[in-house]
Nanobody
Framework: QVQLVESGGGLVQAGDSLRLSCAAS????????MGWFRQAPGKERDFVAT????????RYADSVKGRFTISRDNAKNTVYLQMSSLKPEDTAVYYC????????????????WGQGTQVTVSS
């Protein structure tokens, strides 16, 4: 069982940066691939980024490639999403997720989810 708690969301202006954190419980965090997803109002939840258990492999949605960076610190049981050059269309609730396997981009491939943190980007 893994429990995930996101933090770091807030209200920022277009062009600003923000770092989200996702703290995981449990002693086996380093064996889970982690992902970030987001859901804008009235839309489905979309893939943002994923990172392998070792941190070596990362994948990004085209919409955030070059602006967002996913990383993890297995000693702290935490995964991060560094977001830069934020745009109003990045406004969403951001969720982290865990799966006991390789990286994945599909929502239904993840086993555990956090409650989400709101990111609002004003123009």
């Amino acid at each position: 069982q893994v429990q995930l708690v996101e933090s770091g969301g807030g209200l920022v202006q277009a062009g600003d940066s923000l770092r989200l954190s996702c703290a995981a419980s449990g002693r086996t965090f380093s064996s889970y691939a982690m992902g970030w997803f987001r859901q804008a109002p009235g839309k489905e939840r979309d893939f943002v980024a994923t990172i392998s258990f070792s941190g070596v492999t990362t994948r990004y949605a085209d919409s955030v490639k070059g602006r967002f960076t996913i990383s993890r610190d297995n000693a702290k049981n935490t995964v991060y999403l560094q977001m830069s050059s934020l745009k109003p269309e990045d406004t969403a609730v951001y969720y982290c997720a865990a799966r006991r396997s390789t990286t994945a981009t599909a929502e239904d491939q993840y086993d555990y989810w956090g409650q989400g943190t709101q990111v609002t980007v004003s123009s």
